[in-house]
């Protein structure tokens, strides 16, 4: 069974920053891509940042394009999103996912490229 745990949400004032952590197991997380995700209140579930099964490739939404930071341990079975310059609009439950096929060089920015999902965790950026 696939199993992906977040960590490392929390408060934050503005301007601060954080560093969430995406632990897999149960699949070969070094053969698909990993993706973040976030739902803020009231909001649909929307695309944070993608990287390929092998680091090399790493996509952003524009809103969070040179703020915040995709990154993978494939040794560790872990995934990482380094978050900068928070800003309240960034107040989400954020998730992290493993991609639906292995071997991807062009991952997906869409939610049904991937099959599995982490609980969730809440950053709270105050202002």
Known sequence: QVQLVESGGGLVQA???LRLSCAASGRTFSSYAMGWFRTAPGKERE?????SWSGGRTYYADSVKGRFTISRDN????GYL????LKPEDTA???CALGRYAYSDYPTSLIHGYDYWGQGTQVTVSS
């Open 15 to 17: 301007g601060g920053s």
């Open 47 to 51: 695309f944070v940042a993608t990287i």
């Open 75 to 78: 040794a560790k079975n872990t």
């Open 82 to 85: 380094q978050m900068n310059s």
């Open 93 to 95: 439950v954020y998730y």
